[in-house]
């Protein structure tokens, strides 16, 4: 972990190798991040004991991640991020944007050319 972060009560870190959060990130309460997955490949073999999947987490810069979150095996989280509450994150995400939902995906990013957020919405959303 870097400089400045803020962590609340009831964080759930599994890692089995590799979990960065960069500096000045805040993560709220109750949430979950995890480099590791249970698979269930084999179906003789319930999946606690089965060979963990592992890929590493990293968090950016100046994050914040809210309350009740989820942050999956092999997520990375760009610079400035902020995660909403509830969501469940897998995959790679640019900087400066806002990420939410079950699954999680990008719901606005910062235009530098206008010097503001804008949403990003799918067909039919207003």
């Not at 959060?21 to 997955?37: F, H, P």
């Not at 100046?62 to 969501?87: D, E, F, Q, R, W």
Request: net charge neutral; aromatic share 6%.
């Amino acid at each position: 972990m870097n400089d400045n972060i803020s962590i609340e009560q009831n964080l759930h870190l599994t890692c089995a190798n590799k979990i960065t959060i960069g500096a000045n990130t805040a993560i709220a309460a109750n949430v979950t991040i995890t480099d590791i997955n249970h698979p269930y490949a084999d179906i003789s073999l319930p999946p606690e004991k089965q060979v963990l999947q592992v890929n590493e987490v990293i968090i950016g810069e100046s994050c914040k991640v809210y309350n009740n979150a989820v942050i999956l095996p092999g997520t990375v989280l760009g610079k400035h991020n902020i995660v909403g509450a509830n969501s469940v994150v897998s995959g790679v995400f640019p900087d400066y944007c806002v990420i939410a939902g079950t699954p999680a995906r990008i719901i606005k990013l910062y235009n530098w050319g206008t010097g503001k957020w804008e949403k990003v919405g799918v067909k039919g959303d207003k």
